[in-house]
């Protein structure tokens, strides 16, 4: 059932005037008054962000074992869990807040403009900083930044989708009214603003229009390890608690215990390591010219497998030029030109009109006047526009060859020309734009074609070839004809299976797939086509990256993995995308990818450390308790462990890491298999240096407790250099330095600790001395055994097909 936009809250307001529009100073006075034109959000006061971390399951379990450690006297337990409860808060506030911080700024620079008259001059401005009664002028692609009454220029068809769930556009007159977060499809008009931020129907339908971004595959991956990590460590704990209350240990310390071991085994640290690695990221693209404008999409770059880009400004310069001029017989170039440009919109050129009006200069157009003109739309596929020049009155149009022809009405041999003509032009990879002209009381005159090429960039080439290198199938979309496409594409190297997209799209969906797949490209694709291929190679298991800058494009940039707004994309293209390119080319998207592929690694790197970590812990503690019945570490010991390790897990996220050859895909079963297989060989370490300080050297259980907690605090870093490469540890990339010094400054501090007894039994120098060099021995084996494990996985997935 069809929904209507119920009538808009105005704002009571004086009146505009609206051929000068507000004064600098009145719009200043009125966003003091009414606010920015932007939705309030449910941003938290900063006392309620500091409580949020002590506010939760995991921080409960802290906050109940430092109660229990108070009620049971243990002054020295409590008074460290308390300092792990508060320093866990200050990590991740401090990291979040970067994150936040670094997520905004890049975000600001995404934020719409509106075309606004103050002070009688046109001039861009932020739309959040626009106020009731300014004066706005609508033009095609441009997201409608505030409720508006029209009151100048012929039409609009506007989508309101997002507000009303009308999926077909709404025509709009003077007297009419437009509506925040609507676009405009076709048109351009101007009006005055009623309403802004909450005020608007935007505003007070807000939740109907929030879109929810689903967590991406990464996102979900590291969810389940997370999920797999709790469920473990309530198993193992339970077990724990159960054996420990039927060998009668005194029940609140079983508890402590048990409640301390819970939460050094639950990733706390997750969700911080995963935005802030995110946004590390985020920044290094922005630095590229790369904005991103949907985090998770970073993770979802660096499997893309399929390249789908567009044409032009993209694979090409952007910056149209007409080449030698074909009037039709008897019609001088002058007269071609001058009509060609007469028909431009000479106030707000295109890149079109450019490219005509440069190639017109030096003729005379001042002296004629602009009586009224009509905007280049899809649908007609022609500008027109009707002049005069003293009591001369006449119409010019340009426009797509074949449109001007049925206007002129050609005879079939001379329209068979013209086609013949278009089709030799393409060949040489060059655009035709017709022109016509209409004097009164006269048909519409053929006048001729204007031949007009946008030339590949220098870059393109072998930006093409370092995406192939990558992985990449890069495909060239664009709405031009085949020729044209065929053109450009050989002189980059693309292949020449370029087909009309209408023609690969039909038939039976295995038939449809095989044709996108080998295809090159896609010639005159419609809006409708590019969602279309996007759907398919999607169907086919590929992550797809599309790019686009139109008002049209948004449905395939959103449909698509990772959308790509090119540089100088409408609105509604950058708010459809997940990445925003500030900059022309094609570099930055292969470059954007490699960045992805570091993050991705990164994040690999902390899953496998994190799952591996907890295996060697929980596993090894159970084993000790059921079975020698020994507590191998104090609680105090599990919360200076947790404490320690979240220091070098934050620094993952500035880790040097190697670029993967290929798009990477998350695989669970060999992240886990890897961690495991570190895990149970830390556990086995554990043993033998239990056994040999136990049996062979004889030393107390308190100070064995210590061993063991040194133990578990240097192999587990160490642990953290195997984990962060696929090859031996000691090649490169080397760890970054500020992962390095902190991993090395926290095994110091716990080394500190053991040797000096604060909270813990000290046990000297000397068997630290022998901890870390069993320790340093050990490495080399872990390493050995990751990489026998990856490649045996490896090996197996390859012969499934995988």
Not at 43 to 65: C, D, H, N, S, V
Not at 115 to 127: N, S
Not at 435 to 464: C, M, N, V, Y
Not at 530 to 543: D, M, N, T, Y
Request: charged share 20%; with cysteine; aromatic share 8%.
């Amino acid at each position: 059932m069809d929904q209507t936009v119920a009538e808009p809250m105005t704002q009571d307001v004086p009146q505009t005037d609206r051929k000068t529009g507000l004064s600098a100073a009145e719009a200043a006075q009125r966003l003091e008054r009414y606010g920015p034109n932007a939705l309030q959000s449910d941003e938290k006061t900063l006392l309620q962000r500091i409580a949020g971390y002590f506010w939760g399951p995991i921080p409960w379990l802290i906050e109940l074992a430092a109660l229990l450690s108070l009620v049971l006297r243990d002054w020295s337990d409590f008074a460290v869990i308390f300092v792990m409860l508060l320093l866990n808060a200050a990590v991740g506030f401090k990291e979040e807040s970067k994150a936040s911080s670094a997520i905004a700024a890049l975000k600001a620079q995404l934020a719409p403009s509106a075309r606004v008259k103050r002070d009688g001059q046109w001039q861009e401005i932020a739309a959040r900083d626009l106020v009731p009664g300014d004066i706005v002028r609508l033009s095609i692609g441009q997201i409608v930044p505030a409720d508006l009454t029209l009151f100048e220029g012929k039409y609009l068809s506007i989508d309101e989708a997002a507000l009303t769930g009308e999926s077909l556009p709404v025509d709009k007159a003077v007297g009419d009214s437009a509506y925040s977060g609507s676009v405009v499809k076709l048109g351009e008009m101007t009006g005055e603003v009623t309403a802004t931020g909450m005020d608007t129907y935007f505003g007070h339908t807000a939740s109907l229009v929030q879109t929810t971004n689903g967590k991406s595959h990464f996102q979900k991956a590291v969810m389940q390890i997370g999920n797999f990590l709790i469920a473990a460590a309530l198993v193992l704990v339970a077990m724990i608690v159960i054996v420990s209350f039927q060998r009668h240990n005194p029940p609140l310390e079983v508890i402590q215990f048990a409640l301390i071991l819970t939460v050094a085994a639950i990733p706390v640290a997750l969700p911080t390591v995963l935005s802030v690695t995110m946004a590390v990221g985020a920044e290094r693209l922005a630095r590229m010219k790369a904005i991103v404008s949907r985090l998770v999409s970073i993770e979802e770059l660096a499997g893309v497998d399929v390249l789908c880009s567009d044409k032009t400004g993209t694979l090409t310069l952007n910056e149209l030029t007409v080449e030698d001029p074909r009037p039709a017989e008897g019609v001088a170039v002058d007269d071609l030109l001058r009509a060609s440009a007469l028909a431009c919109d000479r106030d707000a050129p295109d890149a079109i009109d450019k490219a005509v009006l440069a190639a017109a200069e030096g003729i005379a157009l001042d002296a004629i006047e602009t009586l009224s003109f009509t905007p280049f739309d899809p649908v007609s596929k022609r500008s027109e526009a009707e002049v005069r020049h003293e009591a001369d009155r006449w119409q010019v149009a340009k426009g797509a060859p074949q449109v001007i022809v049925e206007l002129a009405a050609l005879a079939d041999e001379a329209r068979k020309a013209v086609e013949d003509e278009v089709e030799t032009l393409a060949q040489q990879g060059y655009r035709a734009l017709g022109a016509a002209q209409k004097r009164a009381g006269q048909d519409w005159e053929f006048l001729g074609l204007l031949p007009i090429i946008d030339p590949p960039r220098p870059d393109a080439a072998s930006t093409i070839a370092e995406a192939r290198n990558m992985g990449i199938d890069v495909k060239i979309i664009t709405g031009d004809h085949e020729a044209i496409a065929r053109q450009i594409a050989g002189k980059l190297d693309l292949g020449q299976k370029i087909y009309p997209a209408g023609q690969l799209l039909d038939g039976d969906p295995a038939t449809v797939e095989a044709n996108v797949r080998a295809a090159d490209g896609f010639a005159r694709v419609l809006p409708e086509h590019k969602f279309r291929i996007v759907e398919v190679l999607q169907a086919g298991h590929s992550i797809v990256a599309m790019t686009g800058d139109g008002v049209n494009d948004a449905p395939a940039l959103r449909k698509a993995d990772a959308g790509i707004a090119v540089s100088g994309a409408t609105d509604a293209a950058r708010a459809a995308a997940d990445l925003v390119l500030t900059d022309k080319g094609l570099s930055i998207i292969t470059t954007a990818i490699e960045e992805a592929r570091r993050i991705f690694e990164r994040m690999t790197s902390y899953a496998t450390f994190r799952v591996a970590e907890t295996i060697r812990v929980l596993l090894f503690m159970t084993l000790s308790i059921l079975i020698f019945d020994f507590y191998p570490v104090t609680a105090i010991m599990i919360v200076l462990l947790a404490v320690l390790n979240d220091f070098p897990i934050m620094m993952i996220a500035y880790d040097n890491v190697s670029v993967s050859p290929r798009p990477v895909r998350w695989d669970m079963r060999r992240v886990l298999t890897v961690a495991a297989t570190l895990g149970v060989t830390g556990v086995i370490e554990t043993f033998v240096l239990f056994w040999f300080v136990d049996a062979y050297l004889g030393l107390p259980r308190d100070q064995i407790q210590t061993i063991i907690f040194l133990k578990l605090l240097v192999s587990g870093h160490m642990t953290l250099f195997v984990t962060r490469h696929q090859s031996w540890f000691w090649r490169r990339p080397f760890p970054a330095l500020r992962l390095f010094a902190t991993t090395e400054a926290t095994q110091l501090l716990g080394t500190l600790i053991a040797v000096y007894g604060l909270f813990v039994t000290p046990i000297g120098w000397g068997p630290a001395l022998l901890v870390w060099l069993y320790c340093l021995v050990w490495l080399p084996l872990e390493g050995a055994m990751a990489l026998l494990i990856r490649a045996l996985y490896d090996r197996r997935a390859q012969a499934r097909g995988q």
